[in-house]
């Protein structure tokens, strides 16, 4: 009897720690899953929520549904950007007659801009909400044009040695881009915020120069992206007294941190930028140094890039055994990879260019690596003049709150937290039950 009776105490001791396990189990997962329980200490990005910050105005949206689980699926979003600010302000239109909106549509109003995301088309997540945020909060009508028809990278090509990532990362933040062949628009738009030169392969018509030149002459953006093997614009370099020096970039450095090429120049330290430096290191791979002679036009003249010591500009085929030799006209580390050039204008605005001896670090292939993105989303801001966004931390990290029925999402908010406070109570009871009984077998045994 006395056996039978202990048995049965042990099998309930181990149903009751497995419960116990369960229980723990079931309420860590609901707390550190993000999917699971949008209650959590899930945070928006860093993107975001630095971007909220900045909004000094009242932003208002709207939501135009007839759907309550729509409804509370977006209101449950947007109380995460109102717990980082608080002129956000959201209302509901059950009952919207404008033919002009969609049958499910969230109107983002700031200021004079207007947004709508239509979610008959797309649910809505953390990204896009942030995109239109930054659509409507950014300078309207203003473009990032890239330079074509020189054996530039396409934005639009997803090879890994074009530029449509690093497009996707800029219309993720509002900005709109666009791609320009001067020899068949022989004109670059007024509203052309920045104008990028990323890497020509063959060299511009006289006309296409005296464009661009004219352009810088207005006191317009510009970015200027070198590589090895790009074609010299003479006219640019005197006029900016920018060069590239001969050969490609090795860094010794790089390589003890485990790049695959001494050719990928690593940058961990950065100057004083006039904007967020990432807060990683980032990768130029076979990159050009530059060297800084006198402008002709009075321009100030900053350093944006830095190798480390242990680099040079290596001048012999990287397939050749390499060592650094000065009297090949080699220079020591640390060598100039990027430049900042500012100068002030007639109307007191200031005229912002800046050249990189790389347009690697910003391709399909390399964009993804390190700080690389983040990098170029913050200095496209500064050379557009979005000062009030060249401290927003990047990138944008892609939420994770999935598309679901609100009684699934409200099951899972609020059920697994109780479920499991369910299981501890009821296991401690039994717990508690078993031990008394025990108590009870052990002193009819002693009397015994």
Known sequence: ???????????????????????????????????????????????????????????????????????????????????????????????????????????????????????????????????????????????????????????????????????????????????????????????????IIASVKSQLMPKEEKLITDYINKGKSILWLIDPDSAPIQSFSAKLGIIPLPGTIVDLHGQKLGTPHPAITIVTEYPKMPFSHPDTLTAFPFAVALAHQKASIEFQTKPLLLTHSESWNETSPLSNQISFNPEKNERAGPLLLGVELTRKLIDENEQRIVVIGNSRFMRNGAIENYGNLGFGLSLI????????????????????????????????????????????????????????????????????
């Open 1 to 195: 009897m006395i056996n039978i009776n202990m048995k049965k105490i042990l099998k309930e001791i181990l149903y009751t720690i497995l419960a116990v396990v369960l229980a723990i189990s079931f309420y860590w997962v609901s707390l550190k899953n993000p999917i699971l329980i949008e209650a959590s200490p899930y945070q928006l990005s860093d993107t975001t929520q630095t971007l909220l910050k900045n909004i000094d105005q009242p932003l208002y949206l709207t939501l135009h549904t007839q759907d309550v689980d729509t409804h509370h699926l977006v209101h449950m979003l947007v109380e995460r950007y109102q717990k980082h600010q608080k002129n956000i302000h959201f209302a509901w239109q059950q009952n919207s007659h404008d033919p002009l909106l969609p049958h499910q549509g969230l109107v983002i109003e700031f200021e004079k801009s207007k947004q709508i995301i239509d979610l008959d088309k797309t649910p809505l997540d953390e990204n896009k909400l942030t995109n239109a945020l930054f659509k409507v909060y950014r300078q309207p009508n203003k473009w990032v044009v890239f330079l074509q028809g020189h054996g530039e990278p396409s934005i639009f090509s997803t090879k890994n040695n074009d530029l449509s990532l690093f497009r996707l990362g800029l219309e993720n933040q509002g900005i709109k881009t666009q791609e320009l062949n001067l020899s068949q628009t022989p004109v670059i738009p007024d509203n052309t915020n920045v104008l």
């Open 381 to 448: 801001n500064w050379l557009g003049h979005d000062d009030k966004l060249i401290h927003i931390s990047q990138p944008v990290v892609k939420d994770a709150l999935p598309n679901i029925h609100l009684a699934s999402a409200l099951l899972i908010q609020y059920g697994f937290p109780m479920l499991s406070l369910l299981l501890l109570i009821s296991s401690l009871m039994f717990f508690w039950r078993i031990k008394r009984k025990s108590n009870k077998i052990a002193s009819k045994i002693a009397l015994t």
